[in-house]
């Protein structure tokens, strides 16, 4: 069972790109669980959301405490809360941010991704969908069609427009990532 913890703050999509994720598994044959976890429930307080993908059925119904994956929507969370809380050696954590990180530690591979840049570039100011398409490609748990799937399947009710900015997001994402991994 693969597990991921997102970090956010309330109003930045922590929650909807959980649940993008979990589509995107789904469409790659995966069984999914998508699910936040509040704590004060305001725009800008921090919080938690989670997903977990196996083959098999998931049972379990609880907090995800050891993540292979941590994914950081808002890069001034790195120091307000423990991204690497529970995370195994040689795990992976996303940060959205453009700058290099302070205080990142050696038993985790940490990956800045451009997130706002890269949204922007894409038609869009959810950098969560940006980073949706980081954490497949560093999953390795699909392609650009499941994501590209997902996304009309959530999107589709916002309109044509929407559907296509949030696509382009998602891959320049995926591709960013996997651009990260072939260069090392």
Do not use: C
């Amino acid at each position: 069972m693969v597990e991921i913890r997102w970090h956010g703050r309330g109003g930045q999509g922590a929650k909807t790109a959980s649940k993008l994720l979990a589509l995107a598994q789904m469409a790659g044959g995966l069984w999914v669980q998508a699910f936040p976890e509040y704590g004060p429930e305001r725009s800008g307080a921090p919080m938690v959301a989670y997903n977990r993908a196996d083959t098999a059925v998931i049972r379990r119904h609880d907090q995800v405490r050891h993540p292979v994956l941590v994914v950081v929507l808002d890069a001034s969370l790195w120091n307000e809360v423990n991204p690497l809380a529970g995370l195994p050696p040689g795990g992976r954590v996303l940060v959205n941010t453009a700058a290099a990180l302070s205080g990142a530690r050696d038993a985790a591979r940490v990956t800045a991704v451009p997130g706002d840049r890269l949204a922007q570039a894409a038609g869009t100011r959810f950098a969560n969908v940006v980073m949706v398409g980081a954490a497949l490609a560093a999953l390795g748990q699909g392609d650009e069609e499941a994501l590209a799937q997902a996304v009309q399947s959530l999107f589709a009710r916002m309109g044509e427009t929407t559907v296509l900015s949030n696509a382009r997001a998602a891959r320049a994402g995926y591709r960013f990532v996997r651009a990260k991994e072939a260069a090392s």
